[in-house]
């Protein structure tokens, strides 16, 4: 059993800043990659930014410049440093991390988990 917590979200005005976090704990052998989604009211989900366990990145090209996800590999823990928000930011965030299962010698799966989401709201 593998579970994400997040945490960090909340009111922040517009070019605030905010820092998500997202631990992972459980039976976990390795993780590979994680990230960051968000869902706005209306919208679908979407990427905003992931992270290979070598620490390679990629960022929507609507948060570029602004936002850095970085991870801990020894603690399970991912963030999401978010500055100079804007009110199109305001969003459900969630994080997700590929979790690896060792099966047995020369056997394994990945399997995607899921934070249960965090709120940030951009308004001044």
């Known amino acids: 059993q593998v579970q994400l917590v997040e945490s960090g979200g909340g009111l922040v005005q517009p070019g605030g800043s905010l820092r998500l976090s997202c631990v992972a704990s459980?039976?976990?052998?390795?993780?590979?990659?994680m990230g960051w989604y968000r869902q706005g009211p209306g919208k679908e989900l979407e990427l905003v930014a992931d992270i290979t366990s070598g620490g390679s990145t990629n960022y929507a090209d609507s948060v570029k410049g602004r936002f850095t996800i970085s991870r801990d590999n020894a603690k399970n823990t991912v963030y999401l440093q978010m500055n100079t928000l804007k009110p199109e930011d305001a969003a459900v965030y969630y994080c997700s991390a590929d979790v690896l299962f060792r099966l047995g010698v020369g056997n394994s799966r990945t399997l995607r988990y899921w934070g249960q989401g965090t709120q940030v709201t951009v308004s001044s």
């Open positions: 459980g039976s976990i052998f390795s993780i590979n990659a």
